[in-house]
């Protein structure tokens, strides 16, 4: 019986750490992203709002 699994020097099963990972939420940019879009402090680099309308 041969197993196709792939492991780590330390043990650690890749495949299972990678679908874990996937399962895990937002990434640090698409929680930025969300933040600036539903208002956040030092979020404007993520912004879409153009500053030239807000200002009218």
């Known amino acids: 019986m041969q197993t196709d699994k792939k492991y780590t ?3 650690t099963d890749i495949d299972e ?3 874990l990972n996937a399962n895990s939420g937002l990434t640090y940019n698409e929680l930025n992203a969300l933040i600036a879009k539903t208002g956040g402090k030092g979020s ?3 912004s879409d709002t153009d500053p ?3 200002k009218k």
């Open 9 to 11: 020097v330390a043990g």
């Open 17 to 19: 750490v990678k679908r």
């Open 44 to 46: 404007a680099q993520y």
């Open 52 to 54: 030239a309308q807000v």
